[in-house]
């Protein structure tokens, strides 16, 4: 059964500075990984989406990266600032179709 | 860009009201979505749907049914609600590959 685990749980970071989320799965057979955002009370917004058959994907100062052998993936944001602060969260969709949540990673960008 | 609504972004209801959420995407995709999202438990899926009159249980269906009469629109029901479905409900929709979800803004459902 596909696990997704993202740690650590919560992060503080000053602003400015570069940093890296952490995703991890235990099933390497997996179609896609997606990464979103979600601000307090409100629903998910799609940040990327990386194919199996990729290896990492962009957007502004954002940079998703897949490593399915190792069943780990990273987003990296850069330049951090204090409007990043959010829960981001992964999802895997297996070969199956089945789409499996970590639990989030709540980042805060200290002003 | 792809717009998913949902009926209500709050809700008290209680206990053994019959409940209904709707969810409506915009953008003529097959695949919808109905997830509760809960502290410390993360994202569950409760019913999807690949195509009108389609449905499939997820991974907590107990408690609810859903309908999916036309493309756009996706509905959960909650027969006779209780206190432990207090949670906040997300609707998500998707196109066939590659699959991206799409989120509407939840409904935060207390039943008291």
């Known amino acids: 059964k596909q696990e997704v685990t993202q740690i650590p749980a919560a992060l503080s970071v000053p602003e400015g500075e570069n940093l890296v989320l952490n995703c991890s799965f235990t099933?390497?057979?997996?179609?896609?990984l997606q990464w979103f955002r979600q601000d307090p009370g409100k629903g998910l917004t799609s940040l990327l989406l990386?194919?199996?058959?990729?290896r990492e994907q962009t957007s502004g100062r954002l940079n998703a990266s897949l490593d399915k052998s190792s069943g780990r993936s990273t987003l990296y944001i850069a330049a951090s600032q204090p409007g990043d602060s959010a829960t981001y969260l992964c999802a895997v969709r297996g070969r199956d179709d089945k789409i499996i949540f970590g639990k989030g990673t709540r980042l805060h960008i200290l002003p | 860009d792809v717009k998913v609504t949902q009926s209500s972004r709050y809700l008290v209801k209680r206990t053994g009201e019959k409940v209904f959420l709707e969810c409506v995407q915009d953008?003529?995709?097959?695949?919808m979505f109905w997830y509760r999202q809960d502290p410390g438990l993360g994202l569950r899926l409760i019913y999807f749907?690949?195509?009108?009159?389609?449905?499939e249980k997820g991974d907590i269906p107990e408690g609810y049914s859903v309908s999916r009469e036309k493309k756009e629109r996706f509905s959960l029901i909650l027969e006779s609600a209780s206190t432990n479905q207090t949670s906040m409900y997300l609707c998500?929709?998707?196109?066939?590959?590659?699959?991206?979800?799409?989120f509407g803004p939840g409904t935060r459902l207390t039943v008291t």
């Open positions: 749907s690949y195509d009108v009159k389609m449905k």
């Open positions: 953008m003529d995709h097959e695949n």
């Open positions: 990386i194919q199996s058959s990729q």
């Open positions: 099933d390497s057979a997996i179609y896609n």
């Open positions: 998500a929709s998707s196109l066939e590959p590659p699959y991206e979800q799409y």
